[in-house]
């Protein structure tokens, strides 16, 4: 076999070499977080800011002359504010607000999309995500239970996926999707007697696509974008986000036999994966 490396394209390859791509992907990363708290009387808040700096080179060894496997650097500014209240409404009852933006680098692969050129994608840009929850929560000498309803709305995400074709293996790379996660979420724990615990959960979850995708490019397994002057749409507008169980509940016990050993039993549900 003879490996692709245009600076050696005669060099005979041996069990361990490099064949398709060889390259270094480089990641820096600098940032700085702050937080304040308050407390007083039933009343407590925080508020959170942090600032960070990504940074990407890539250093290509096949397609680039000695010396020049170096590419330009390209920074991605972030940043998260995050805040949220806390008021207890008596000594068993509490609710609770929390909202927070966030604005995050892209994955290194959406900056670099052909791994055997240096090349940049300029249409790379920051995920976007703005989220927001509200809760109540009620504690006693028995019983815990906690509610939760929260909203993330996730825009211009990022990402790679896998498309099979007989014996060829393409990528397709997506850039500017947009997300909504939105839904409920209940857990407890009741101590029915001193030995004798039972826990509950339930999640109940909407999660959607929220647009529709143009400019996606293929590429096949040794890096080269096969429809660079053709990209194609995904029509994802009002699908639901697959990988994941928007539907999950769960019930335990948990029984104590003596200080130190106990034995459990759980049984979980997931469905509208």
């Known amino acids: 076999m003879i490996s692709d490396d245009v600076n050696n394209p005669n060099r005979v390859l041996t069990t361990g070499d490099k064949y398709n791509y060889n390259y270094d992907g480089k990641v820096g990363w600098q940032g700085i977080f702050g937080q304040v708290e308050y407390s007083q009387d039933a009343l407590s808040a925080f508020v959170t800011l942090s600032l960070s700096n990504t940074s990407y080179h890539k250093l290509e060894y096949f397609n680039q002359a000695p010396g020049d496997e170096k590419s330009e650097s390209v920074n991605?500014?972030?940043?998260?504010?995050?805040?949220?209240?806390?008021?207890?409404?008596?000594?068993?009852?509490?609710?609770?607000?929390?909202?927070?933006?966030?604005?995050?680098?892209?994955f290194f692969r959406a900056v670099f999309l052909n791994r055997e050129t240096n090349d940049l994608n300029e249409d790379a840009e920051n995920e976007?995500?703005?989220?927001?929850?509200?809760?109540?929560?009620?504690?006693?000498?028995d019983l815990t239970l906690n509610v939760n309803v929260y909203r993330t709305q996730w825009n211009d995400r990022s990402m790679t996926k896998s498309l099979p074709s007989g014996d060829e293996l393409y990528f397709a790379n997506i850039l500017g999707i947009n997300a909504l996660h939105q839904g409920i979420e209940i857990d407890g724990a009741y101590d029915v007697t001193p030995n004798l615990k039972i826990t509950g959960m339930l999640s109940l979850g909407d999660w959607i696509w929220a647009n529709d995708v143009e400019n996606v490019y293929v590429q096949d397994e040794d890096g080269n974008i096969l429809n660079e002057d053709d990209p194609i749409s995904v029509y994802s507008d009002g699908l639901k986000v697959g990988d994941a169980?928007?539907?999950?509940?769960?019930?335990?016990?948990?029984?104590?036999?003596?200080?130190?050993?106990?034995?459990?039993?759980?049984?979980?549900?997931?469905?509208?994966?």
């Open 76 to 106: 991605f500014f972030g940043y998260q504010v995050k805040g949220g209240l806390n008021y207890n409404l008596t000594e068993n009852h509490n609710v609770y607000f929390n909202a927070g933006y966030f604005s995050k680098a892209p």
């Open 128 to 141: 976007k995500i703005l989220s927001t929850e509200i809760g109540y929560g009620y504690r006693s000498g």
């Open 245 to 273: 169980a928007q539907t999950t509940a769960a019930v335990g016990l948990t029984y104590k036999l003596m200080k130190g050993l106990s034995v459990a039993v759980d049984y979980t549900h997931a469905s509208n994966l």
